[in-house]
């Protein structure tokens, strides 16, 4: 690292949020992941959340053509992306106008001083210019000629001006490294690799990201310098891992560790189509990737690949979920393992494609026709997506069932560090096949419905196997031979039994840990992404001697078995969902408790100073 | 979509309320199979190498067709057919959709999947690309295939997976109780269209080859000997194979093919296909020639053509498919059965394990850890 003893004094933080905004090809999100590698190396605790627009590409210098990357890291605990953001990097005005609101009083702004020009400010609608008109008075605002600054650094070169203009981002990063003390290294050897092979630009990029660095030195305008440092991670080796990666990982984890090939059918739906992207990569793991023709085909595919004793698994949003419905009814009455994950968006119908929300929670659990429960699971962090999704194909195989796995764009998005597991740590995942006949019925026949006494699973008799021939299909199955049956008692029994095996998930699941106060005042009960917005409030509150315990749920279908009981031990309930209140129906539904929701329908995350004002309004208020 | 609940349903059908009474066509023997029962072994049940018959592939289930259904003689050539295949009996695997062809798997002692309307052939391709060793057979009808499901056929034929698709069309929605389907032709009075379907219809063996198909034939239900040979070149053939089927129901839709299944009239509306051999009908006393971009009747009788001007067929020819296959509803021209067109090509399941395998080639089997740790990683101690 450059020396540093020329600079200005140097602040300790404990945490900073930053936030990188610019037009779409500004490359603000590769600017956001670089600045979080040298955080990571740094050691810092963090996380991050990328705001990309829905059009692909939206007029430059549009306010709906904006791309952002926030990103919070820290010598603490990071749980959220940061509810505030300290500085602020506006590439052109309309950056400036779309997220000046969420930075804090007094925090910074670096804003590109040489695209602020009539033209600019027309395309963004803005009257007037925001660095004159007294908007800005409140915050530190760094006006740099990025624009120019990076054309000198590049004056030696032969290169056109389009390139250099998209070099400028490099100085936006060096400069902003600089501002956090964090190292350059990663951001260098990235750029190494990635144009290995177009040496001119490799340097360009080298060399602007350095000038950005060094001006930061060497300017007078900034008065302070600051520092993180180093989290106190548990021990072990850690990479940075976002949602839709962990989830790629968790699903090759489980094909090896089964020995199931994996098939994953899928059809391009933001924001899921990330994890098709993914797992195409790893085809030398035996990964099938199939982009079927559309949301039907795709998980009509896995179905089929399951039947042929394959993990059929495939990924979709709201949306695709809704036209996926009757296969997976048909996966419920076959009772076939399947893995469906839901990438939620905000809805109804296409919603808000590229918005956060955990609005399919009721369509996960409900959304089939007739009696068709089936185990449904929700992942809380992007690290936690692999684990989750693990253990969802566990559930799937060893019940024999269709399992939906619920994310959103915010987790899949969403990065973390992830402590790297030893695979002999990995939970055990053993799958055996049905090979004789079942004797049961003294006949030597196979018995495709006959069910194992602790799980009610059916056999899984892979064509293949010489004397297992045997047909299913989507009318009900007579118990235990599986013919087709319109009797109506069997149809009953089928009905609770089916039901049956899907509660007895239950006895897979491990105690519900509760975060905070084991008994008290309060307790909070979330589910999904929110978890990191929701254990920051509950510090927060407890800080101030409340009482306050969080369940965040793994399992939203069946519920742990030991919910009721720790429901018992707190006085009043609490329910922050981004929905107009979905798991406060299925809670009410199953305990006859009072409870509170807390309802953010906007398409973003939970603030986690939103929940805490939730928690503090909701100990005081009188129970119900 | 059409219920599941009728015609056979757990009454024995003694035909649909509103059914017409099957009209027996004329010179057409009656319907032999009752309700309930298993079709009688017929001659040619042959034996397969290790010893299986026709009896092996009948599953103890009671089919439950409409008596005299051409489903039933369909079925009976299948399990004639399989003893003959070299394979496996458990790699068999019959899939389907929904309609009265769905219930087909049922009645095969196979492996057997009864999938959702229309949506055979996404099952299908998920099964033969994971499992390329099993020989997966779709059964599925005109509604199923062409309407609801046209959009897997197209694809799973462009895709070129692997399998057979036998495609029942009986020009009618038979399980749903008769209304008119993607090949009922225009005009026809069904009880969804009482002043006449305003639709046009859909010649499947246009759509297959439209799609990219690398197999298409066309046979029928009433010639047995033509259904299994068709059948067996399809099994044959490495890739999507279409065999459109034309099937008669005699509850909804009878005869609507008796023009081209029935002695009386057979000869002059059938023309079966022969590679290599010259487009000829009628025992031989008529052709088809080309003249130009269209095909034309000749009589071969009168002296002014012979056998020399008929086109020869080459059924790998796609340009001879296309004029043959769009033999449809041409009042001069008879209707074409057999192989329309038959292409060598790699097969999707093929394609994917050697592109699978080549990466392992490379690559080398894909370890966990390695995987885990193949990003920017750092150590905390
Ligand atoms: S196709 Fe027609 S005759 Fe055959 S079972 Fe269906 S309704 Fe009956």
Known sequence: MPDATSSPPVETLTEATILFAGDSGDGMQLTGTQFTQAAAHARNDLATLPDYPAEIRAPAGTTYGVSAFQLRFGSGEIRTPGDEVDLLVAMNPAALKVHLHRVREGGALIVNANSFTERDLELAELEQNPLESGLLEGYQVFEVELTRLTQEALEHTDLSRTTVGRTKNMFALGLALWLYSRPLEPTQQWLQQKFADEPEIRDANLHVLSKGYHYGETTDAFVVRYDVAAADLAPGTYRSIRGAQAIALGLVAASKQSGLPLFYGSYPITPASDLLHELSRYKHFGVMTFQAEDEIAAAGAAVGASFGGALGVCATSGPGVALKTETIGLGVMTELPLVIIDMQRGGPSTGLPTKTEQSDLLQAVYGRNGEAPLPVLAASSPADCFDTIYEACRIATRYMTPVIFLADGYLGNGSEPWRIPDVADLPAFDVSFATTPTASNGQNDFLPYARDPDTLARPWAKPGTKGLEHRIGGLEKAHETGNVSYDPANHQRMVKLRAEKVQRVTDMMPPTPVYGDPDGALLVIGWGSTRGAIEAAVDRVRASDARVGHVHLRHVHPFPADLGPILRRFDKILVPELNNGQLIRLLRDQFTRSMTPLNKIQGQPFHAQEVEAALREALVSTPA | ???????????????????????????????????????????????????????????????????????????????????????????????????????????????????????????????????????????????????????????????????????????????????????????????????????????????????????????????????????????????????????????????????????????????????????????????????GLQLKPIELTNGRWSVDDCLVYDETSQEMAQLVGRMYWQEDLPRPFGVIYREERATYDELLHTQIGGLVERRGTGDLATLFHDADTWDIS
């Open chain 2, 1 to 291: 979509m059409p219920d599941n609940t009728s015609p056979d349903g757990t009454k024995k059908p003694a035909g649909p309320p509103g059914a017409k009474k099957p009209a027996g066509p004329p010179g057409a023997r009656k319907p032999t199979m009752p309700p309930g029962t298993k079709p009688p072994t017929g001659p040619s049940g042959g034996d397969g190498a290790d010893g299986l018959t026709r009896k092996d592939f009948a599953s103890d289930q009671d089919v439950r067709w409409c008596p005299g259904c051409g489903d039933y003689a369909i079925l009976a050539t299948v399990q004639r057919l399989m003893p003959e295949l070299d394979v496996p009996k458990e790699n068999i695997v019959f899939l389907s959709g929904i309609g009265c062809s769905g219930r087909f798997p049922y009645y095969m002692d196979t492996y057997g999947f009864h999938s959702i309307h229309g949506r055979a052939p996404a099952f299908a391709t998920g099964l033969k690309s994971s499992r390329p060793e099993l020989d997966v057979w779709v059964v599925t009808g005109d509604g199923d295939a062409l309407s609801i499901g046209g959009n897997h056929l197209i694809h799973v034929l462009r895709r070129n997976v692997d399998l057979q698709i036998l495609l029942f069309n009986n020009q009618i929605y038979g399980l749903t109780k008769g209304q008119y389907s993607p090949t009922s032709e225009q005009g026809k009075i069904t009880k969804s269209t009482p002043y006449g379907s305003i639709d046009h219809p859909f010649n499947p063996v246009a759509v297959a080859l439209g799609a990219d198909a690398s197999f298409v034939a066309r046979t029928m239900d009433r010639d047995p000997k033509h259904l299994k040979a068709t059948m067996k070149r399809a099994h044959d053939h490495r890739g999507a194979a279409l065999v459109e089927i034309y099937q008669n129901c005699n509850i909804f839709n009878d005869g609507a093919f008796f023009d081209f299944t029935e002695r009386a009239t057979k000869a002059k509306a059938a023309l079966f296909l022969e590679d290599g051999a010259p487009l000829t009908y009628d025992n031989g006393t008529r052709g088809v020639r080309l003249e």
